[in-house]
């Protein structure tokens, strides 16, 4: 008797699965709202804010990429003393927001938003330092520009509560950046 019920669970669960397993193949992430963060994804070179001559020096190299049927979008980025991080960013439907969760050796953040007004991705949340222990807000806000880089601000808070800028990079694609060679020679050492 208990194996004609284990048999006819087994038979159940495969019936039930089957479905899901023929449409494994299809892309899952379609909806509009999982294009939102796609104007990130790229190759880039990343530098710090320059004057109205150019860009600043030159700060580290980002590979974004969207994949798992559009549904994650990864970040592998290194700066120029080779150290790096990794990110996940998903539109979480559990949420109904975007999240971003960052880690690299030592620093963690966890945050969530979405598209502002202005089509920038702001997602605000938690930083946690291992090394201190402190855990802290941040806010980052990712803009594409008019000549297509993208400008990236990470905000904290002060002691009066206030938002300051603690990082601005300005993403070039590889590809449209005039200084690549600097870059790529700045990455080799």
């Known amino acids: 008797m208990k194996l004609t019920k284990l048999a006819a669970m087994a038979a159940l669960f495969s019936l039930a699965a089957s479905p ?3 449409q494994a193949g299809a892309p899952a992430c379609t909806a509009d709202v999982h294009d939102d963060f796609d ?10 804010p320059g004057n109205e001559e150019g860009l600043g020096p030159y700060v ?18 290194v700066n120029t003393a080779g150290a790096g991080g990794e990110s996940m960013n998903m539109y979480d439907p559990l949420i109904g927001a975007w999240r971003q969760v960052w880690m690299s050796n030592g620093w963690f953040i966890d945050y969530t938003g979405g ?23 941040i806010r980052g806000t990712w803009t594409l520009q008019d000549d297509g880089t993208v400008r990236q601000v990470f905000e ?26 600097e870059a790529e020679a700045a990455r080799a050492g």
Not at 115 to 137: I, K
Not at 157 to 181: C, H, L
Request: aromatic content about 10%; charged content about 20%.
């Open 156 to 181: 904290q808070p002060d002691a009066e509560g206030e938002w300051q800028i603690v990082f601005t990079g300005v993403y070039v694609r590889e590809e449209n950046d005039p200084r690549a060679e």
């Open 60 to 77: 580290g190299h980002n590979t974004v990429e969207k994949i798992h049927g559009g549904c994650l979008i990864t970040e592998h980025w």
């Open 115 to 137: 598209l502002d007004e202005d089509g920038a991705m702001v997602l605000t949340g938690n930083s946690h330092t291992a090394q201190t222990g402190v855990t802290s807000p």
């Open 20 to 22: 899901a397993l023929a």
């Open 39 to 48: 104007f990130w994804v790229g190759e880039w070179n990343v530098y710090a």
